[in-house]
Nanobody
Framework: VQLQASGGGLVQVGGSLRLACAAS????????LAWYRQAPGKQREWVAR???????YRADSVKGRFTISRDNAKNTVYLQMNSLKPEDTAVYYC??????????WGQGTLVTVSS
């Protein structure tokens, strides 16, 4: 499974962005799809994940602001980000955990929130 993330960019505080991660293969093979992020000088951290059954989980820092979703027909996972804050600035990575195939990462897309 190859993953291609897109949708990052420069946005002002309080703005919104939607990230997309398109898979070359079927994302139906991904038991868990997730988004992680890595801010400058910090470790990569988990942001949100969605299971194959559609159950979602989000980190406390993004609850109420970010929403993860998946479209198996389009082989794409999304991250809708609202009410963005400067501390959301990071490179965002999509992640697929396919029990039968392994773990896959996208190349990352940069989100910059300006104050």
């Amino acid at each position: 499974v190859q993953l291609q993330a897109s949708g990052g960019g420069l946005v002002q505080v309080g703005g919104s962005l939607r990230l997309a991660c398109a898979a070359s293969g079927s994302i139906a093979s991904c038991n868990i799809l997730a988004w992680y992020r890595q801010a400058p000088g910090k470790q990569r951290e988990w942001v949100a994940r969605i299971t194959s059954s559609g159950t979602t989980y989000r980190a406390d820092s993004v609850k109420g602001r970010f929403t993860i979703s998946r479209d198996n027909a389009k082989n794409t996972v999304y991250l809708q980000m609202n009410s963005l804050k400067p501390e959301d600035t990071a490179v965002y990575y999509c992640h697929c955990n396919a029990i039968r195939l392994g773990i896959f990462w996208g190349q990352g897309t940069l989100v910059t929130v300006s104050s």
